[in-house]
């Protein structure tokens, strides 16, 4: 009996952190919930890049103060894969999957759901706090990681049926 009362501490806890990370975000248990909590979740991130690409504004303002031309267009480049990447984010079309479906999802399905959306998120506020200080080749590797996690994400919905 410890171990399962050790197990449901331990999904509690990780539902609460997701929930603490995301205000609004009740998770995909109830159909009628999933389209809202995954619209939640998509304006969280994208509003935290999109905090992300006005630092990489400033870091390009500086570059440009500093006459440094070539950093100025790494920096560029950087913003515009970022930029591309909240697009993707934001108008992924909702529905398509069978996540909104009317089939009840397997609860180790929906932790695995819960798992990607807190990556998700942690990796966006990782980005936020760091990219104060980066190199822009730092910058596209924690991007093409973002977007991996999202391509992920998306797939795993795809394939449950």
Known sequence: MRIFDTL??????????????????SGYSERDSRRNCDKVLRTTITSRLRNVEKVISRRIDQ???????DLMRKFELCRKELNTLVSEIE???????????????????????????????????????????????????????????????NQFIRDYK
Request: aromatic residues 10%; proline residues 3%; negative net charge.
């Open 8 to 25: 449901m501490k331990r999904k509690i806890n990780f539902l609460d952190k997701i929930g603490s990370l995301i205000p609004g975000y």
């Open 63 to 69: 570059s440009i103060r500093d006459k440094d031309h």
């Open 91 to 153: 108008y992924a079309p909702y529905g398509e999957s069978s996540l909104f479906s009317d089939m009840q999802i397997k609860e180790d399905e929906l932790m695995r759901i819960y798992q990607f959306d807190l990556e998700m998120v942690e990796l966006s506020n990782l980005m936020l706090l760091e990219f104060k200080a980066l190199l822009p080749e730092e910058m596209d590797e924690n991007t093409r990681e973002l977007r991996e996690k999202l391509k992920e994400r």
